[in-house]
Antibody, heavy 115, light 104 residues
Framework: QVQLQESGPGLVKPSETLSLTCTVS????????WSWIRQPPGKGLEWIGY???????NYNPSLKSRVTISVDTSKNQFSLKLSSVTAADTAVYYC?????????WGQGTLVTVSS | SYELTQPPSVSVSPGQTASITCSGD??????ACWYQQKPGQSPVLVIY???KRPSGIPERFSGSNSGNTATLTISGTQAMDEADYYC???????FGTGTKVTVL
């Protein structure tokens, strides 16, 4: 059973860069595409982007200019960087596996953007 | 992006059938998936490839997809099924707008 665990700061200042890491266990990182998804408080799910173990990426056009997703296959981890954050980026951030559907999800981590 | 539209809310009495729709252009030509999200929890895949249930998902959850509309049906709805539900098209990364199911 694949398990995912997000980690990173829960508080980020406006204009700074949000950084999160997702650790994959119970399966190989070469098996799926790996996605980041967020959910602002009280709102729906928003796909941020995904990466394949080879390093190829695809980003949500609305966030593309601020997003970087990378992978470290040696550690079975992939990471998210979102630059120039504002209060609108406050959300629960999930990592998830993607193979047609999002079968496996992390428990999510709340990131608040505030000074 | 590929837009998927869901009704904001659906109400159902315990033991009755709840139907949640998801509309998108030629959605029936793609596979549809459904996720259940309870408050404070991560989404859980309940239907994939239109009508298949992952291991551990109760049989009361079923799905269909034709034309421009996919439907998630919950038969014999239980109080524990009260949650938000999101659809997704198999070859799309985006989610539907979400439906809150209330069991009255």
């Amino acid at each position: 059973q694949v398990q995912l665990q997000e980690s990173g700061p829960g508080l980020v200042k406006p204009s700074e860069t949000l950084s999160l890491t997702c650790t994959v266990s119970g399966g190989s990182i070469s098996s799926y595409y790996w996605s980041w998804i967020r959910q602002p408080p009280g709102k729906g799910l928003e796909w941020i982007g995904y990466i394949y173990y080879s390093g190829s990426t695809n980003y949500n056009p609305s966030l593309k200019s601020r997003v970087t997703i990378s992978v470290d296959t040696s550690k079975n981890q992939f990471s998210l960087k979102l630059s120039s954050v504002t209060a609108a980026d406050t959300a629960v951030y999930y990592c998830a596996s993607l193979s047609g559907s999002y079968a496996y999800w992390g428990q999510g981590t709340l990131v608040t953007v505030s000074s | 992006s590929y837009e998927l539209t869901q009704p904001p809310s659906v109400s159902v009495s315990p033991g009755q059938t709840a139907s949640i729709t998801c509309s998108g252009d030629k959605l029936g030509d793609k596979y549809a998936c459904w996720y259940q999200q309870k408050p404070g929890q991560s989404p859980v895949l309940v239907i994939y490839q239109d009508s298949k249930r992952p291991s551990g998902i109760p049989e009361r959850f079923s799905g269909s997809n034709s034309g421009n509309t996919a439907t998630l049906t919950i038969s014999g709805t239980q109080a524990m099924d009260e949650a938000d539900y999101y659809c997704q098209a198999w070859d799309s990364t985006d989610f539907g707008t979400g439906t809150k199911v209330t069991v009255l």
